[in-house]
């Protein structure tokens, strides 16, 4: 490790807050499936920014986009129309079957955006008596890190010594059915829910769970809220995860590569029901909608289609997916994935997989640890099968590694 990369460590270490364990790697370049660290190593980037660079670092169409609004008009605020907004409305509407759009800025905006709404529906429309409403989520869901999120996660780490929480939130397992249909009763407004839980370590939920829990909130006049913000736009190899199954949720969240890895972007898609419900003044932000957001988040979407790259996170990811399934190592207890959202789980005696991650860095290979015996492997879905294959070699020997 070069001397001004420990000076960037020490640096960080202690001015900044100590909210994140990085892996220690400095980074000043990308391009494509590549990054540059600051002395010049190259890696390829098995993280994507948590899926929010699906197209690629430093996509030269959407950094033309974005230079050119950038040089035209930055910020209005709500107070005033902005010629880009319509157009994101319209092309984010086309792309996606939306009716109604609120554009934010993270995706944890986004998730307490449609927290609000779902609840405004539910007094306004479904009749649920004031201050009554709840809202059904998973154990180990990850939809951000505000407080009114970490008020319903169920990570220690996340809600340790940050309370009081909000009420009005039931927590339910992932993946059954049943339990579901247990807790919903005449005040619940909707499920929330990710498609796959990534930040649990990629979880996948058994076949056909989403066609009957779709099912049943029809039944129930229940909003289904799908948190796509990382499983969305081409990352699980199609535009949003709920088309594996065929179903269409009634609110939508997306984020991330929403912007392509340039600008904070996100938006909740509604039905008319939903997000008719807000007025004036009732909901809003500063910088959500502005020009230079809609103009990036308008070319990340268009390079999404034109490139084919979802249709290369199907190909790739299955390419990838049984690679890993192939290697045969003591290390691995399990291998799961859909499209390019990857993970290798580890078998508790075989040590952390953080050791598996740093190992990788010297092989020329960045991925991230999570839940402590999970690897995640989210790579751009620009990747090549000649990428994939090498990045495969160096999964290969690392694996048979022993950290135990």
Request: net charge negative; proline share 4%.
């Amino acid at each position: 490790m070069s001397s001004s990369v420990i000076d960037y460590l020490a640096t960080e270490a202690r001015l900044g807050a100590q909210n994140y364990a990085p892996i220690g790697v400095v980074l000043s370049r990308g391009e494509g499936v590549w990054v540059w660290d600051t002395d010049g190593n190259r890696y390829l980037d098995c993280l994507s920014a948590y899926s929010a660079l699906n197209q690629g670092h430093c996509h030269p169409k959407i950094l033309a986009a974005m230079v050119e609004q950038a040089s035209r008009l930055t910020l209005t605020s709500r107070a005033f129309h902005n010629d880009q907004l319509a157009l994101f409305y319209e092309e984010i509407a086309a792309l996606t079957g939306s009716h109604k759009v609120l554009p934010m800025n993270s995706g944890a905006e986004a998730v307490e955006s449609a927290i609000k709404s779902v609840r405004k529906w539910g007094y306004e429309v479904k009749g649920v008596p004031d201050g009554q409403a709840e809202i059904i989520v998973c154990a180990d869901n990850f939809h951000g890190r505000t407080l009114g999120i970490v008020g319903f996660s169920t990570d220690p780490e996340t809600r340790t010594h940050f309370g009081p929480f909000a009420p009005g939130f039931r927590i339910i397992p992932f993946g059954d059915v049943k339990a579901l249909e247990r807790a919903i009763t005449q005040n619940t407004v909707a499920f929330l829910v990710e498609p796959i839980q990534g930040e649990a370590g990629v979880i996948i939920p058994p076949v056909g769970y989403f066609t009957e829990v779709r099912q049943l909130c029809t039944a129930h006049n229940v909003m289904l809220v799908l948190d796509e913000i990382q499983t969305g736009l081409g990352r699980t190899g199609k535009l949003l995860a709920e088309q594996h199954e065929g179903i269409e949720a009634d609110v939508t969240l997306l984020g991330k590569a929403l912007s392509g890895g340039f600008y904070p972007v996100s938006a909740v898609l509604s039905n008319n029901d939903v997000l008719g419900t807000l007025r004036p003044g009732q909901h809003g932000s500063t910088f959500g909608g502005n020009p230079l957001a809609c103009a990036v988040a308008r070319a990340a979407m268009r390079v999404l289609v034109e490139e084919g790259m979802i249709e290369n996170a199907a190909t790739q990811g299955a390419r990838f997916l049984q690679g890993l399934k192939d290697i045969r190592a003591n290390t691995i207890r399990d291998v799961r994935g859909r499209g390019l959202m990857l993970a290798v789980e580890l078998h508790p005696e075989a040590g952390r997989a953080r050791r598996y991650c740093e190992a990788l860095q010297a092989k020329g290979i960045l991925a991230k640890d999570t839940h402590e015996h999970t690897i995640r492997i989210a790579p751009p879905l620009v990747i090549t099968s000649d990428q994939v294959d090498w990045a495969l070699e160096q999964f290969a020997t690392t694996l048979t590694l022993d950290f135990s």
